[in-house]
């Protein structure tokens, strides 16, 4: 690939920016931008994790000790939609932000003031979301899936706030989405052709297309919801000729794919790590791309399997059976690439790369689960259990989130310019990797023994490992609290990083100096 | 450079394995008593193996590649970067497993959906936080509520050994005997769970879910609510009793019998006069069952979901409400009707409680007969 450095000094020419609190309310830089983001997505991160601790010392032991059973509903709605809309989905827009343009080899992204708007509308509304809490009736209390008729003829007053928030949040994550694909379409450098592009490019494109398709479907039964509630329409009232169960259909057609949503990016970061400490090239780039394009497509196939109890028609139940056992295939693809990269290549055991290993095992072990979820008989007795519980915290907290930390360790030097603190990074590798399987795989075994899911207080037999799973769970929680301190220590100094950063790293962003200076790629670099 | 270890793997296989070594205990799920339920309990145990088979496989091969292929043992990185043989090859053989799999599934499934030729009909309704049976084929039907005293729940007793899963009345079916649930709610979607059953089914209000069971095992099997419904989703368990079909048709028979005794002593209870004592006493103990989880044992109530009785412009003075909201419930809020929940007589006390506990002390004593007329005048029950 080409270098840049000509064009490097020439922006540093051009560095400036406002100060103070100005630069960042104003700013369309992508790189201010993916900041914001990446900040917003760590607070949030904390926030709906001390919702968790509060979930988890109430069931700490069996009883009602800390909370009543309304605000430990309130707990787990708000924890879900927080940790989804404000932690995990904002943190992948801002490594957008940050990567994308500087590994296609463009100035900015295409549209930054729309740009600076998706981001700026974020912390509004979970402003929203979060004043629910402390206003009479309290916020939402009907789950982050917020069923009807719970959500609207049953719910509390407040429920026309969660309407309002949620629609914000689709706005921002479309914005941001419309964002990704001009840019990705529009503004590749000279020779970046389409099978070039990077895996963290390809799988966000096709994760934009997703939210783009989808965003509107929440968007759409939020507002029915609100209707329901509130304008006397009857969507979901089979008393007005309408059908609840209507609702979970709409709710999944959106739900299934925005779960791809959360790991398809999570796919792209890992890419991108394992060929750069195994010093070897990503296996099979071309069935990366296909199997990634063909999960977006059957995203959209399998939704009602988060319905089988709902009565669904038997031919329909086994369509989706099917479809959803379907899906397994091409993201075993994905693993079974993965290994093949690592298989006799030169490894090295950073932090970006433990936390990409764990990523693989544990992910694969979510999707193991999934599978077994599939089998719809056995889904009867999995469902809203624990077990589904698991299942979904291995693929979105050992997975996603974990795929989001080992992002932020590969590409902190790029960004601040300084190494983080290997040993401090590896204390806090193992400190949650051991504390993430004492919190979630246990609750496998309390689903199977038939422990369901959003209960405040359970049969006694539950209790040895509800005890053992708080504990892992606060474990978890102040084991990221060493993540909060090497990233400020990262931020504040220590051994200059180069501009490759690591021996084995290959793409355009590890071309510019360390830290990226403001505007990169004023001038296109020419790929060959 | 960071050193690592061999065996860091080893966690997740270990605890992998954990379900293996734990069947029969309470740490997999119950094969339960039909033979549905084994069925389910195979599929399950046979997906589970190879989902290990899988892991181990892939799991070593990492294993392996992190032992040996590392750059401080000083190995040359290969180049090898694609074969479309390969990429074929595994993804037909995930293909090939997963329609090995389908077949038995695809046969449960037909199975268990098939509600034809059932000897024994129950209509279960759920409403907020409670269950209602109905024997189409016999003249019984009934609530069944949580049975455990909230003072275990508050942590003021020590807990009993069916904690949170025991209730008043238990549904009762017959072994060895087709029964077939329809499905309902009244308000929001519950879902009605039995594990050793492998019965999961949604109660969607407005609409009717089938299900089938037959029991091979006479015993008390327990189960929970598994659709979040509210604020007590955690506190409406299920327990149903499997009887031999002889003393099932004993149980049914005194059933029958209890329930006309009480509709008798309803319509004797009209002409008689209950005095306050008596009726406290009565209302009291309905208030603490049904009442208190929402407007707490104290009457004051979870405004603004769950309003206070207690100086309440209802409880304290508008009679004729009162009764109307106890017998028709407040249609769009959590506030059930009771009419068919409670007998007369229980109805009457919990309202004569209402107006006269916490300090309301209004002297009002309500009759059997006021709250019967009036239930008569709108035509319910
Ligand atoms: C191998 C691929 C996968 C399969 C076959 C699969 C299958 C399933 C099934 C059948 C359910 C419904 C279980 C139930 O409610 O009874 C489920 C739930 C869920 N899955 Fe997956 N899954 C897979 C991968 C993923 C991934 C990659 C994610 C996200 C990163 C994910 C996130 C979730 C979530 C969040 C739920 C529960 C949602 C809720 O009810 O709150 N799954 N999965
Ligand atoms: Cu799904």
Redesign the pocket.
């Known amino acids: 690939m080409s270098t840049v450095t000509t064009a490097d000094h020439h922006d540093e020419h051009h560095d400036h920016k406002p100060t103070g609190i100005k630069r960042w309310l104003f700013t369309t830089n992508h790189k201010d931008i993916g900041s914001m983001y990446l900040i917003f997505a760590l607070v949030m991160f904390f926030i709906g994790g001390a919702m968790a601790m509060v979930i988890r010392l109430e069931l700490f032991q069996p009883g009602l000790q800390f909370v009543d059973p309304q605000f430990f509903n309130q707990m787990t709605t708000v924890h879900?939609l927080i940790m989804v809309f404000g932690a995990v989905m904002p943190a992948f827009t801002g490594l957008a932000n940050w990567m994308i343009p500087m590994m296609i080899g463009a100035p900015d992204m295409a549209l930054p003031r729309m740009n600076n708007w998706s981001f700026w509308i974020l912390p509004f509304a979970f402003l929203i979301l979060l004043i629910t809490l402390f206003m009479p009736g309290g916020g939402p209390d009907f789950g982050?899936?917020f069923y009807a008729p719970l959500s609207t003829t049953y719910s509390n007053d407040t429920t026309a706030l969660f309407v309002f928030s949620v629609h914000i949040m689709g706005i921002s994550s479309i914005m941001g989405a419309i964002n990704v694909i001009v840019t990705i379409v529009n503004m590749r450098a000279p020779g970046m052709t389409w099978m070039k592009m990077p895996l963290f490019v390809w799988t966000w494109l096709i994760t934009a297309f997703l939210l783009i398709m989808v965003m509107p479907v929440l968007a759409g039964v939020v507002t029915m919801v609100l209707t329901d509630k509130y304008f006397a329409t009857s969507f979901f009232d089979a008393a007005g000729g309408g059908d609840p169960v209507l609702f979970q259909h709409i709710f999944w057609f959106f739900?299934h794919p925005e779960?791809?949503i959360?790991?398809l990016p999570a796919f792209g970061i890992v890419s991108a790590i394992v060929p750069t400490f195994a010093r070897k090239k990503l296996f099979g780039y071309a069935s990366m791309v296909y199997a990634t394009a063909s999960i977006a497509i059957l995203s959209f196939l399998v939704w009602a399997?988060?319905m089988?109890t709902t009565g669904m028609p038997v031919f329909a139940t086994l369509f989706f059976m099917y479809t959803?056992?379907l899906?397994?295939v091409p993201?075993g693809v994905k693993v079974f690439n993965w290994v093949a990269t690592m298989w006799r290549g030169a490894m090295t055991f950073e932090v970006p790369m433990m936390f990409a290993l764990a990523f693989i095992v544990l992910f694969t072990i979510?999707?193991l689960s999934?599978?077994m979820?599939?089998i719809t008989p056995a889904?009867f007795q999995?469902?809203?259990t624990y077990f589904?519980v698991a299942?979904?915290h291995y693929?979105?907290v050992s997975?996603?989130v974990f795929s989001i930390v080992a992002a932020a360790y590969y590409w902190l030097p790029k960004w601040t310019g300084h190494m983080y603190d290997e040993k401090l990074g590896q204390l806090h590798f193992w400190c949650s990797l051991i504390s993430v399987n004492l919190l979630f795989f246990p609750m496998h075994f309390v689903g199977l023994a038939g422990m369901p899911r959003r209960i405040p207080d359970y049969a006694l037999q539950f209790a040895d490992f509800n005890a053992f799973i708080s504990v892992g769970g606060f474990l978890f929680g102040l084991s990221q609290l060493i993540f909060v301190w090497v990233i400020i220590k990262c931020a504040r100094g220590g051994e200059k990083a180069t501009a490759q950063v690591w021996e084995g790293a290959e793409g355009l962003e590890w071309e510019v100096p360390s830290p990226a200076p403001y505007h990169t790629f004023g001038t296109p670099p020419q790929i060959k | 450079m960071a050193k690592t270890r061999g065996w860091r793997w080893s966690l997740p296989a270990l605890l992998l394995a954990g379900p293996a070594c734990a069947s029969g205990s309470n740490l997999n799920m119950t094969p339960g008593v039909t033979d549905i339920s084994l069925q389910v309990y195979n599929l399950h145990m046979t997906i589970f193996w190879i989902c290990c088979a899988i892991g181990l496989v892939v799991f070593g091969a990492m294993f392996v590649s992190i032992l040996l292929h590392r750059k401080s043992r000083g190995v040359e990185p290969a180049t090898f970067h694609e074969s479309t043989k390969v990429e074929i090859i595994w993804t037909a053989i995930p293909v090939l497993i997963l329609i090995v799999m389908a077949i038995p599934a695809t046969r449960v499934l037909i199975a268990m959906e098939d509600t034809s030729d059932s000897d024994v009909t129950v209509l279960i309704t759920g409403s907020q936080w409670r269950w209602h049976y109905e024997y189409l084929d016999y003249d019984i039907n009934y609530f069944s509520i949580l049975a455990t005293p909230r003072g275990q729940i508050e942590g003021r007793l020590p807990k009993g050994e069916n904690y949170l899963l025991e209730v008043d009345r238990p549904l009762v079916i017959p072994t060895d005997k087709k029964v077939r649930f329809l499905m309902t709610s009244d308000d929001v979607i519950h879902s009605w769970w039995v594990p050793d059953f492998a019965i999961k089914k949604d109660t969607n209000p407005g609409f009717i879910n089938e299900a089938w069971t037959q029991v091979n095992e006479p015993g008390i099997y327990r189960g929970q609510c598994t659709e979040l419904c509210g604020m007590d989703h955690g506190f409406m368990p299920i327990v149903v009793i499997a009887k031999e079909p002889a003393d099932f048709e004993i149980w049914a028979k005194a059933e029958e019998a209890r329930i006309a005794e009480i509709r008798e002593e309803e319509q004797r209870l009209l002409a008689l006069q209950m005095n306050l004592d008596e009726q406290m006493e009565l209302g009291e103990r309905v208030y603490m069952a049904h009442c208190a989880a929402c407007h707490q044992p104290n009457g004051e109530g979870l405004p603004p979901m769950f309003p206070a009785l207690k100086g309440n412009q209802v409880t304290m003075e508008d009679r004729a409400e009162h009764i109307k909201v106890m017998v028709d419930g407040r249609p769009g809020t959590s506030m059930a009707s009771f009419a068919r929940q409670l007998s007369l007589r229980e109805l009457t006390s919990v309202i004569t409680y209402g107006r006269n506990a916490w300090g309301n002390d209004t002297g009002d004593v309500v009759q059997a007969a006021e709250v019967y007329e009036y239930m008569q005048g709108k035509g319910s029950n």
Do not use: N
Request: hydrophobic fraction near 50%; aromatic fraction near 16%.
């Open positions: 879900g982050w899936t739900g779960v791809y959360m790991i399997h988060h089988f959803t056992m899906i397994a993201t979510g999707g999934g599978v979820l599939a889904d999995y469902h809203d589904v299942h979904f693929v979105l997975g996603a």
